[in-house]
């Protein structure tokens, strides 16, 4: 199994600023992802976060707007840049072995933006 | 492109009665299919996949091909069954999974 550990947990932005989400998984995992959960709607992927290379993004993501670090096998980084209100989400990281079939997630960074 | 649905947003049943949660799913390819719940104030976590056949705290899911489902099945609802409970899909290229839009189960005392 896997513990991920995102930070912040939450936080309340101003329209037009960037944050960026940190996760760090406990042990050493071959895929993470990056989710958004919008209020009363599913999970989203937003793009795979390659290491070492760049991520692959979902249709309806772009880098401009989220960009995506993943210097090693425990750590990625997730910024929401430009923000509008409509970016105001739950964030989730989260990583498998490959092929083990079981997703870990982490508990989530919950975004206002006024 | 793939696609999981979860026709019950809401889904309320009295304890001791069976329960069913709907999913089905599009995908080109073999893909896996696996169930996440979500308690209250938890994060999200496995609850079973169809390639392991097995049981899981009295839930079981039967993979349908030729009906694209993979319905959610427990004989008799406990209270602490209540939950958010997705249905995903993972892709045989790429490994990314998938997420239902989620049904709420509420299991009434």
């Known amino acids: 199994s896997a513990v991920i550990s995102q930070k912040p947990s939450r936080d309340i932005c101003q329209r037009g600023t960037s944050l960026t989400i940190q996760c760090q998984v406990d042990?050493?995992?071959?895929?993470m992802f990056w989710y958004r959960q919008q209020p009363g709607q599913s999970l989203t992927l937003i793009a795979t976060a390659n290491q070492g290379s760049e991520a692959t993004y979902e249709s309806g993501f772009v880098i401009d707007k989220f960009p995506i670090s993943r210097p090693n096998l425990t750590f990625s980084t997730l910024t929401v840049s430009n923000m509008s209100p409509e970016d105001s989400s739950i964030y989730l990281c989260?990583?498998?072995?490959?092929?083990?079939?079981?997703?870990?997630f982490g508990e989530g960074s919950r975004l206002t933006v006024l | 492109a793939q696609r999981v649905t979860q026709p019950e947003k809401l889904l309320s049943v009295f304890k001791g009665a069976p329960v069913e949660l709907k999913c089905n799913y599009s995908?080109?390819?073999?893909?896996?299919l696996f169930w996440y719940v979500q308690y209250s104030r938890q994060r999200l976590q496995l609850l079973l996949r169809h390639i392991s056949r097995e049981s899981i705290k009295g839930f079981t899911a039967d993979l349908n091909k030729g009906e694209t489902s993979f319905h959610l099945k427990k004989p008799f609802a406990q209270e602490e069954d209540s939950a958010m409970y997705y249905c995903a899909l993972q892709a045989n290229t790429g490994n990314q999974f998938y997420f239902g839009t989620g049904t709420s189960l509420t299991v009434i005392p």
């Open positions: 042990s050493q995992v071959t895929m």
């Open positions: 989260s990583a498998s072995g490959w092929n083990t079939g079981e997703l870990f």
């Open positions: 995908y080109s390819g073999s893909p896996e």
